[in-house]
T-cell receptor, first 114, second 115 residues
């Protein structure tokens, strides 16, 4: 089944403790992206990647890092999480070509930083 | 600057009636507009899109209308069903350039379809 898989689905952590949210896709997609969803703010892009070793900042990159060493994986790294990073996170991927079909999204990771 | 705006946070409709969800945008360079549907505890799923050079696209019960002069688009669902109850996100996308394919989302509209 074609899908984007995020882990973990739920995570509670303490301020300052480094964490990584993994994302993997099995569709051989070139493009991958991370979004966060917050009440009243909709979905905002954190980082995106156009291919292996090519990444760029989205609208809200502060406090996050990403890497794209393999085509299928795009982990999101929080080096020193803070409570304002408590949010619902989505990883997404899409193939090359026109954008009419948009991204395929994962099921989300709900992160709470205390 | 919010490039894509959904000014109605919520909408309630009776089953069988038409649901109309609205979206406005400020960036005239978008090449595509997309609608996503999101249920609680799930990721957004693609619903329908429209090219900026079209004024209408239809897929079953879902039709999207684009008015470029007004920088406005709308999603019509006819007839509405209880299973359509979800949050609907409008998004703009560029087909070329460094931001190719990146989605700029509105804040979403929560649709409730009552039996």
């Amino acid at each position: 089944e074609a899908q984007v898989t995020q882990n973990p689905r739920y995570l509670i952590t303490v301020t300052g403790k480094k964490l990584t949210v993994t994302c993997s896709q099995n569709m051989n997609h070139e493009y991958m992206s991370w979004y966060r969803q917050d009440p009243g703010l909709g979905l905002r892009q954190i980082y995106y990647s156009m291919n292996v070793e090519v990444t760029d900042k989205g609208d809200v990159p502060e406090g996050y890092k990403v890497s794209r060493k393999e085509k299928r994986n795009f982990p999101l790294i929080l080096e020193s999480p803070s409570p304002n990073q408590t949010s619902l996170y989505f990883c997404a991927s899409r193939g090359q070509g026109d954008v009419r079909y948009g991204y395929t999204f994962g099921s989300g990771t709900r992160l709470t930083v205390v | 600057d919010q490039q894509v705006k959904q000014n109605s946070p919520s909408l309630s409709v009776q089953e069988g009636r038409i649901s109309i969800l609205n979206c406005d945008y400020t960036n005239s360079m978008f090449d595509y507009f997309l609608w996503y549907k999101k249920y609680p505890a799930e990721g957004p799923t693609f619903l329908i899109s429209i090219s900026s050079i079209k004024d209408k696209n239809e897929d079953g019960r879902f039709t999207v209308f684009l008015n470029k002069s007004a920088k406005h688009l709308s999603l019509h669902i006819v007839p509405s069903q209880p299973g359509d109850s979800a949050v609907y996100f409008c998004a703009g996308a560029f087909n070329y350039g460094g931001s190719q394919g990146n989605l700029i989302f509105g804040k979403g509209t929560k649709l409730s379809v009552k039996p």
